[in-house]
């Protein structure tokens, strides 16, 4: 029933065309009726973003671990793009505002992840998928 409420509350909403601030603390509620998140976090806004923006490519510790599971791996920056971690070295978007050498936590989406041996050798791999 809840989720049959969503659905017509963003149907009445689009169809009247107005704007609606609707507060929850339903992380799966927030990212299907909302077109612009605000995460708070003891007042404060931590990121405001698109459902898929906040999903995908969360700026803080506690927006990665408000929505969803996320597997963290700490890592340096290793340049535009990489982040050398205990895994080796993992591509990573932009990487805007850190700089070569800074502390970063990598956040990887457990759908996202992919763990394979090779197949002519015995080196383990470990692969993810970005979403942009």
């Known amino acids: 029933m809840r989720e049959d409420m969503r659905s017509e509350i963003k149907k009445i909403q689009r169809d009247i065309g107005i704007t609606a601030i609707f507060v929850t603390h339903d992380q799966e509620e927030a ?7 605000v995460v708070m976090n003891a007042g404060r806004v931590e990121q405001i973003g698109d459902p898929k923006d906040i999903y995908f490519h969360p700026r803080t510790r506690f927006v990665a671990g408000f929505f969803g599971d996320n597997n963290l791996i700490a890592g340096t920056m290793a340049g535009a793009g990489q982040v050398d971690t205990a895994l080796g070295r993992l591509p990573v978007g932009d990487g805007a505002g850190h700089v070569v050498g800074s502390k970063v936590l990598v956040a990887i989406r457990p759908e996202s992840f992919r763990i394979s041996v090779g197949i002519s050798t015995s080196r383990s791999r470990v692969s993810g998928a970005s979403a942009s």
């Open 31 to 37: 990212l299907a009726m909302s077109d612009q998140i």
